[in-house]
């Protein structure tokens, strides 16, 4: 048995154990908005993992907000700030921010 066989071996092994102790991650494919309550599968369920705390996930006023900002400048910069530049938005949310917090900008 060659060293690349073994590792395989081992690994193979191992995933199974990850497999029957119920620890695999499974994909669930959510065909709604993320919400307090999330549709898997046709179902209807209570959506207990999010980090969609406040619910704005799905809040018509930010929803409205982002349709209208992408129609103005698009869905985003096409690389990071420093290459390609920063767009007004940006920097107004950073002040804003900046100022909400009580910090420079």
């Known amino acids: 048995m060659t060293h690349k066989s073994a590792f395989l071996d081992h690994l193979r092994a191992t995933l199974s154990g990850i497999e029957a102790d119920g620890l695999t991650k499974r994909e669930r494919l959510i065909t709604s908005a993320q919400g307090v309550h999330v ?3 046709g179902r209807s369920l209570i959506n207990l ?5 406040l619910g704005l996930a799905d809040h018509p006023v930010l929803i409205a907000a982002a349709t ?5 400048q698009g869905y ?10 920063t767009q007004d938005l940006h920097r107004e949310l950073e002040a804003r921010l900046a100022e909400f917090l009580g910090m420079d900008d």
């Open 39 to 41: 549709t898997v599968a």
């Open 49 to 53: 993992c999010a980090n969609n705390y």
């Open 68 to 72: 209208g900002a992408m129609h103005e």
């Open 76 to 85: 985003g910069m096409a690389s990071v700030r420093f290459i390609c530049g």
